[in-house]
């Protein structure tokens, strides 16, 4: 039996896309490099096989590629089945690491990325596993590091716009609206921002934001 690095699913350069050089694989057809294959099994197995040596990808999306080329069903289903029987397909794996990989790569927070997973084709209780096992304290110190990054670039700017800036960035990476305000409003208080002093309620003014964001979405 081949080394288990042998196998496509080892050469993952992570679920946000492929490496270098591997931009275009799903558009390869399924005789592409192969000669002339004239066993639709076989030829939806090399398929697939090309598929998931450019990166992971789900069950569903590799179905969807094999529809695309025109496969008979039959012949898909067999695939499809035998490559999770070998663990050549694994959407609870490749949901854990699309978690792992999009929140500490792009910040992302458990709404956006349970959407991005159902996007490709995750059931439910896949998606509700990985993202469960993001721990809510790195979640909660994601958003501050995302505020504190952002916050320089603001400063400057009336504190209202700034404050709807700074909650958006959040609402757009998947951020409940609790959590953006509680963040956001930290991130100006420690700035030293008199608020009160400047005749402003950041309560209102974070609602304001928040109201705004959810409208907009």
Do not use: N
């Not at 076989?42 to 398929?47: C, D, G, I, V, Y």
């Not at 505020?147 to 404050?163: C, E, F, M, Q, Y």
């Not at 700035?191 to 409208?215: K, N, P, Q, R, Y």
Request: glycine residues 10%; proline residues 7%; hydrophobic residues 40%.
């Amino acid at each position: 039996m081949p080394d288990r690095a042998a196998k496509v699913t080892a050469a993952q350069p992570g679920p946000d896309g492929p490496g270098p050089g591997q931009v275009g694989a799903d558009q390869a057809g399924p005789q592409a490099g192969s000669g002339q294959v004239k066993d639709p099994e076989e030829q939806a197995r090399q398929l697939c096989l090309r598929l998931l040596t450019g990166r992971p990808r789900t069950r569903a999306q590799l179905a969807e590629a094999m529809h695309r080329h025109g496969l008979p069903e039959d012949a898909a289903a067999a695939v499809l089945a035998r490559f999770a029987e070998v663990g050549l397909i694994d959407d609870a794996a490749f949901a854990r690491a699309w978690v792992e990989s999009r929140h500490h790569g792009r910040g992302l927070a458990r709404r956006a990325l349970s959407a991005e997973l159902k996007q490709r084709g995750v059931d439910g209780p896949d998606i509700s596993a990985a993202v469960s096992a993001l721990d809510p304290a790195d979640e909660m110190a994601t958003a501050r590091r995302l505020v504190d990054k952002a916050l320089a670039a603001s400063r400057g700017k009336p504190l209202p716009t700034r404050i709807r800036r700074l909650v958006g960035l959040l609402a757009r990476k998947g951020y409940p609206a609790p959590i953006a305000y509680r963040v956001v409003r930290e991130a100006i208080e420690q700035e030293g921002i008199d608020a009160a002093g400047a005749g402003m309620d950041l309560d209102d003014l974070a609602f304001v934001a928040l109201d705004g964001e959810t409208s907009s979405g």
